[in-house]
Nanobody, 123 residues
Framework: QVQLVESGGGLVQAGDSLRLSCAAS????????MGWFRQAPGKEREFVAS????????NYANSVKGRFAISRDNAKNTLYLQMNSLKPEDTAVYYC????????????????WGQGTQVTVSS
């Protein structure tokens, strides 16, 4: 089992940047593919980005491609999401998730979830 704790959220203005972190504890972090998802008020949770076990493959939602970057440091058991050129529509609670089997875009394929961190982008 792995425990995930997100941090780094906050209130920013449009065009600003934020870096989210997800600290993992428990079993070997490098044995999990990781993903970021987000959920805005009144909307379903959606995929943001994912990364394979040794960071050789990354996937992004079209809405964040070119603005967000997912990375991981297996030595520090930490997942990151660098968010640049933030827009009001990026406002959501952001969750990190761990999967034993895949770095897919589907939240049902992830086994463990953090509690989330709020990101609010004002216009």
């Amino acid at each position: 089992q792995v425990q995930l704790v997100e941090s780094g959220g906050g209130l920013v203005q449009a065009g600003d940047s934020l870096r989210l972190s997800c600290a993992a504890s428990g079993r070997t972090f490098s044995s999990y593919a990781m993903g970021w998802f987000r959920q805005a008020p009144g909307k379903e949770r959606e995929f943001v980005a994912s990364i394979s076990w040794i960071a050789s493959v990354t996937n992004y939602a079209n809405s964040v491609k070119g603005r967000f970057a997912i990375s991981r440091d297996n030595a520090k058991n930490t997942l990151y999401l660098q968010m640049n050129s933030l827009k009001p529509e990026d406002t959501a609670v952001y969750y990190c998730a761990a999967s034993r089997s895949t770095y897919s875009t589907y939240d049902s394929t992830y086994d463990y979830w953090g509690q989330g961190t709020q990101v609010t982008v004002s216009s």
